[in-house]
């Protein structure tokens, strides 16, 4: 038998070394389950080194540590992208967590009781899978922006880096979240006039960086209210929680007033192109000669045959799909808080998940 075809067989298998799988990875080998992380990408941490240049977290580095080791800075620092992708590869080294990179999966179905993981000529077996990826995965571009004029630089979020991959001219920021907030007030100090497309998403009433923050907000904010009141566990919570996922949530650095003072103008929805410029839903066509896309993203996960899915989501509840025991989902957007894909959210979420494997073991 050709020894590509049999498959290594572990009791868990997580998809995905980010710090959901990792904070996962850290209660597995706590518990002494026989466990293998897989990862798409070449190193621990490249899903953040792969976005923009100056990115950097909007929390700080006493909530951006995964259980069991801190992130080594001041508390207060918030940290690049970078850092951060350096501190997960630090924490894998750290805790020898058994994870196999350039592994992408092709597809996870089911044989029995056990799950059958293939990436090209590789095979795995487990009892327990954990799918530890985010919701962000494909680039959510309109259908008609292929109707624009082709010398009109486009570009979305996922592969933008720095302003050299605009041209000279006006940039219409299409997505007013926090990405699209970021990259607008990039290109207005980098000399480009600025357009803002998108409704008011709302924002944090106060400088996440300033005095006060340091003091007590960020731990009101983010401790309380992100982790512990905005859950599916209550009803504010619950109601709270579509709206986030399809609009997404308030403006965290930057604030209207910043929109102002660096001449951004705010524009509504683009809905349409017309003799291939982009046009808005007061009809306002834009002359503009870059169009950064921060539009969202489609979850990817036609990789998974089984029949779990409803628009497109899992059916899950806290990361535990019902009718497929023995699956799970961790660092969703809200999987069971606003924390849930935020870094302080991931150890919550990857425990209750552990303890579910136990307890079925």
């Given at each position: 038998?050709?020894?590509?075809?049999?498959?290594?067989?572990?009791?868990?298998?997580?998809?995905?070394?980010?710090?959901?799988?990792?904070?996962?990875?850290?209660?597995?080998?706590?518990?002494?389950?026989?466990?293998?992380?897989?990862?798409?990408?070449?190193?621990?941490?490249?899903?953040?080194?792969?976005?923009?240049?100056?990115?950097?977290?909007?929390?700080?580095?006493?909530?951006?540590?995964?259980?069991?080791?801190?992130?080594?800075?001041?508390?207060?620092?918030?940290?690049?992208?970078?850092?951060?992708?350096?501190?997960?590869?630090?924490?894998?080294?750290?805790?020898?967590?058994?994870?196999?990179?350039?592994?992408?999966?092709?597809?996870?179905?089911?044989?029995?009781?056990?799950?059958?993981?293939?990436?090209?000529?590789?095979?795995?077996?487990?009892?327990?899978v954990v799918t530890a990826m985010s919701n962000y995965q494909i680039p959510k571009i309109p259908k008609f922006a292929k109707n624009i004029n082709p010398d009109i630089v486009q570009i979305h979020s996922f592969d933008y880096r720095d302003p050299s991959q605009l041209q000279e001219g006006s940039v219409l920021v299409v997505g007013a979240g926090n990405s699209g907030s970021e990259l607008a007030l990039e290109a207005t100090k980098n000399n480009h006039e600025v357009w803002l497309s998108g409704r008011d998403t709302g924002h944090i009433p106060f400088n996440i960086e300033g005095t006060l923050a340091k003091l007590i907000m960020v731990r009101i904010v983010i401790r309380l209210i992100f982790h512990r009141i905005l859950t599916t566990g209550t009803p504010i919570g619950r109601k709270v929680r579509p709206k986030v996922k399809s609009q997404g949530g308030p403006l965290i650095r930057n604030k209207p007033k910043d929109f102002v003072t660096h001449g951004i103008e705010r524009i509504p929805k683009i809905v349409e192109v017309k003799d291939g410029l982009p046009v808005d839903e007061n009809q306002q066509v834009i002359d503009a000669k870059n169009i950064i896309w921060c539009t969202g993203f489609y979850p990817a996960y036609s990789w998974i045959d089984l029949p779990i899915f409803k628009d497109r989501e899992p059916m899950q509840d806290r990361g535990v799909v019902k009718n497929e025991p023995g699956l799970y989902f961790v660092g969703m957007h809200f999987l069971y808080s606003l924390s849930s894909a935020m870094i302080h959210g991931a150890e919550r979420d990857a425990e209750h998940i552990v303890s579910t494997i136990l307890s079925r073991l």
């Open positions: 038998m050709n020894n590509k075809l049999i498959p290594e067989k572990h009791k868990v298998i997580v998809i995905g070394a980010g710090q959901a799988g990792l904070s996962a990875g850290y209660f597995l080998k706590k518990n002494n389950i026989d466990f293998l992380i897989l990862d798409a990408s070449e190193r621990v941490g490249d899903s953040w080194r792969n976005r923009w240049d100056s990115l950097r977290l909007f929390t700080p580095a006493k909530f951006s540590s995964l259980v069991g080791m801190l992130f080594p800075s001041d508390p207060n620092y918030f940290p690049t992208k970078d850092e951060m992708g350096d501190y997960l590869e630090n924490y894998a080294n750290h805790f020898q967590l058994p994870v196999r990179n350039n592994i992408k999966v092709d597809t996870l179905s089911r044989e029995g009781n056990r799950y059958c993981i293939s990436s090209g000529d590789q095979h795995f077996e487990a009892e327990h």
